[in-house]
């Protein structure tokens, strides 16, 4: 079965620093990827997506993450964070061929809190 | 404005007390799902749907039913809550069954005391 593995449950950073949240997944075969943002008290916004392609993403309020097939990763990066970037970080995949839904497999969060 | 408006965003019940948690999106989103989100464990699936009077189970549909009369409502009920039901949970939908991502509402958070 599919599964994503966000393994830092917390990441403080320092404002105007970067920042590298990190996602692997188990799946050999081809797949969508996700990150979704999650804003205190809000729902989950989508961030950037990966169906094929370019492996570098480009997604909102400046972050991109890459998708690296052989280590079956998709980092997200910001070269430097901004206070109101303070949030939860949800990595979210997809099988290409995942059936009638392509249903969405989510990591376990990682919460970017950024200090001033 | 497009969006998934789900309601109500606050409640807390008791133990056996039937709730209807409702979802509406004005995008006419085929596809809807629903999602519960519990510390360190993420976002899990519930229950899902295709489009009108065609829903699924999801990967934790226990005590939990659905409905899908109308294209733009994905009605949640819980027929008899029960603590481990204590959740936020995010109603979504998407236009091409996920492929582009998609749309969530803001939240229920609830509460079975």
């Known amino acids: 079965a599919q599964s994503v593995t966000q393994l830092d449950s917390q990441v403080p950073v320092f404002e105007e620093a970067p920042v590298e949240l990190r996602c692997n997944y188990s799946s050999s075969v081809s797949v969508y990827l996700f990150w979704y943002v999650q804003y205190p008290n809000q729902g989950l916004q989508l961030l950037l997506k990966?169906?094929?392609?370019?492996?570098l993403v480009k997604g909102i309020n400046g972050f991109e993450a890459e998708f690296n097939k052989s280590q079956t990763s998709f980092h997200l990066r910001k070269p430097s964070v901004h206070i109101s970037d303070t949030a939860e970080y949800f990595c979210a995949v997809s099988d290409l061929y995942g059936g009638a839904t392509n249903k969405l497999i989510f990591g376990t969060g990682t919460l970017l809190a950024v200090q001033p | 404005e497009a969006q998934v408006t789900q309601n109500p965003r606050y409640l807390i019940t008791v133990t056996g007390k039937k709730l209807t948690v409702t979802c509406s999106q004005n995008m006419n989103h085929e596809y809807m799902s629903w999602y519960r989100q519990d510390p360190g464990l993420g976002l899990r699936q519930i229950y899902y749907s295709m489009n009108v009077e065609v829903t699924d189970k999801g990967d934790v549909p226990e005590g939990y039913k659905v409905s899908r009369k109308e294209k733009r409502n994905f009605p949640l009920i819980l027929e008899s809550p029960s603590p481990n039901q204590t959740s936020l949970y995010f109603c979504a939908s998407s236009r091409d069954r996920g492929v582009n991502g998609y749309t969530f509402g803001s939240g229920t958070r609830l509460t079975v005391v």
């Open positions: 990966y169906l094929s392609g370019s492996t």
